[in-house]
């Protein structure tokens, strides 16, 4: 799992994007998981460690609600993080569902190699 931690969406929409430009010519994509969290977040720390397992195959970003460029995020998910999005998509909230996790990854790698 590649970690980087975002302060804002539009860079890490930036990120993204490179990061699909760079990858296009091996033909390897990774999924975006996005991570919103804050400090202290101790369901987040615990959820990290139960995505180590799958740590080759997205990269991790964290979004901290609580900066003041992020206050979209933390009016939406103030009460709920840990709270995740896959390719910027809603995916889970309050603990990872690794089997909703699995599926939709799987569905992802399909997807990007055309299977």
């Not at 994509?29 to 990290?48: G, H, I, Q, R, W």
């Not at 460029?69 to 995740?84: A, L, M, T």
Request: glycine share 4%; aromatic share 12%.
């Amino acid at each position: 799992m590649l970690w980087f931690q975002g302060n804002s969406m539009p860079l890490a929409r930036s990120a993204f994007g490179l990061f699909l430009r760079n990858c296009s010519a091996s033909k390897t994509t990774l999924s975006v998981l996005t991570l919103f969290t804050k400090d202290p977040c101790p369901l987040c720390d615990e959820a990290k460690e139960v995505l180590k397992p799958y740590k080759n195959r997205f990269i991790l970003q964290e979004v901290n609600i609580t900066l003041p460029e992020n206050s979209v995020w933390y009016e939406r998910y103030k009460f709920d993080i840990p709270v995740f999005h896959l390719n910027g998509q809603f995916l889970m909230m309050h603990r990872v569902n690794t089997s909703k996790l699995e599926k939709q990854l799987l569905k992802l790698e399909q997807q990007s190699t055309g299977g």
